[in-house]
């Protein structure tokens, strides 16, 4: 398998995603998040509420962690730009996310609470990658 299948391969389980933004002082604002990769990209919903949000607005520079549970062995780093998908293309990615991580029989209960929420959807570009995977890095 190359590299990058390898990075691939990762980045379709469902992990925990640590973005980190830039805040208006120059520092980062780190938050965990839910994603699911698809198409080369890394997708994101969240709320207008969240201090995420307005960091990219202001500035769309992005990093991500995204490690295997617990101990992190294994990890990915992706640096890019984020796209801010509007509303009325949200929703089918932002449903195929919960599917990722809600039980199943949960999925239409937070998929509906979702869908009274203010978001937005960010479509992350990779720049960059930097990974390791058992100790070597790639």
């Known amino acids: 398998m190359n590299n990058f299948k390898k990075i691939e391969t990762f980045l379709n389980k469902p ?37 995420k949000y307005w960091n990219l607005l202001r500035d769309n520079r992005v990093s991500l962690c995204i490690y295997s549970e617990p101990l992190a062995n294994d990890y990915v780093v992706i640096e890019g730009k984020c796209d801010i998908l509007p509303k009325e293309k949200i929703f ?28 937005v959807l960010l479509k992350i570009i990779p720049d960059k990658y930097l990974s390791r995977f058992w100790g070597t890095f790639i």
Do not use: C, F, H
Not at 92 to 117: F, H, N, W
């Open 15 to 51: 992990r925990i995603a640590v973005v980190s933004t830039i805040k208006k002082d120059g520092t980062s604002q780190l938050s965990p998040n839910w994603y699911i990769y698809l198409d080369g990209a890394i997708y994101i919903s969240t709320t207008k509420k969240r201090a």
């Open 92 to 119: 089918p990615i932002t449903e195929e996310i919960v599917k990722l991580y809600v039980p199943v029989d949960l999925v239409l209960d937070r998929v509906a609470q979702i869908k009274k929420e203010d978001r």
